[in-house]
């Protein structure tokens, strides 16, 4: 065989260590033809975005803010106005008052909860119960009054008291204005039935 026609190079691993990588789809290469915001988010210069920016920067997100802020004074507005349950503080105790609808009776449930220091009341508390969406009329001498109910019970010592107390009413009525009297205070609350 012709020896002549065979070149051999000799190749040095010395000569391969000390090179460059050679990158054939480099990262600048990829960022030049990126947008504008790629570029930006890439070199840093990008500051972060205010409160204001994030909830008022899109028209989507203010419709959205608005949203919520409507349907939080939505749910506000419709819990005030009807309650089925009511908390107050008499003589130092918290009571919580429901109205109850229980096979074709109205039952009216007070719960007395005591602090767990201090001096609360302890006696007599009067009650006086209304349907509120009774209808007044009133003929020459004739006028009817909306019913009320009359009850009386007794605040103990102990810190924790469940009363029960049926009400003569009509199951159809929903409103009711609840009044409560110790000796000293006086509450009165609106509540819907359950």
Do not use: C, W
């Not at 009329?137 to 007794?154: A, C, D, G, L, Q």
């Amino acid at each position: 065989m012709n020896e002549d026609k065979k070149k051999y190079t000799l190749v040095s691993l010395d000569d391969n260590i000390e090179k460059e990588p050679v990158f054939y789809y480099s990262r600048e290469h990829r960022l030049e033809r990126a947008s504008a915001r790629v570029r930006e988010l890439n070199s840093g210069e990008l500051g972060k975005m205010s409160v204001a920016k994030r909830i008022f920067g899109t028209r989507g997100n203010v419709m959205t803010f608005v949203l919520i802020i409507i349907t939080f004074f939505m749910l506000n507005f419709v819990s005030k106005y009807s309650q089925t349950k009511a908390n107050v503080k008499l003589g130092g105790n918290t009571v919580v008052m429901a109205i109850l609808k229980e096979e074709e009776a109205l039952i009216l449930e007070i719960t007395k909860q005591s602090p767990k220091t201090g001096v609360t009341y302890a006696g007599d508390v009067e009650i006086a119960v209304s349907p509120t969406n009774a209808k007044s009329k009133s003929k020459m001498n004739e006028v009817e009054t909306s019913p009320v109910f009359y009850h009386r019970i007794y605040f103990a010592q102990a810190g924790y008291e469940n009363f029960q107390i049926s009400l003569p009413f009509d199951i159809g009525e929903n409103d009711f204005i609840l009044l409560l009297k110790t000796a000293d205070e006086q509450k009165s609350v609106k509540l819907r039935t359950k």
